[in-house]
């Protein structure tokens, strides 16, 4: 069956960075596009960032624009998402997401498949 499997999370100071990774399994991951979510507590689950299945194009949400880079590495079936600069609003549970479809969607319903999700939590 598919599984995608997030790390990477922790606490980490305003300021900081960490290196999400989402290692897919189940599936022909390079024909997939790959989406990275997350959900604050009490909030809805946010589209953060997408890169298409063969990583030409990438998207992101305006609130991570400049600081956060997604890329993939079809060769280990792994999506990463690059956060640097991180702000106590970030602070979410983030999860990743894969679609079988040609754009890049920001639609949570667009995607197929999910993971279980890592807590990021940013301190200020």
């Known amino acids: 069956q598919v599984q995608l499997v997030e790390s990477g999370g922790g606490l980490v100071q305003a300021g900081g960075s960490l290196r999400l990774s989402c290692a897919a399994s189940?599936?022909?991951?390079?024909?997939?596009?790959m989406g990275w979510f997350r959900q604050a507590p009490g909030k809805g689950r946010e589209y953060v960032a997408g890169?298409?299945?063969?990583?030409?194009?990438?998207s992101y949400a305006d609130s991570v624009k400049g600081r956060f880079t997604i890329s993939r590495d079809n060769a280990k079936s792994t999506v990463y998402l690059q956060m640097n600069n991180l702000k106590p609003e970030d602070t979410a549970v983030y999860y990743c997401a894969a679609g079988r479809f040609a754009a890049v969607l920001a639609a949570d319903s667009a995607y197929d498949y999910w993971g279980q999700g890592t807590q990021v939590t940013v301190s200020s």
């Open positions: 890169i298409k299945w063969n990583g030409s194009r990438t």
């Open positions: 189940g599936l022909t991951f390079s024909t997939y596009t």
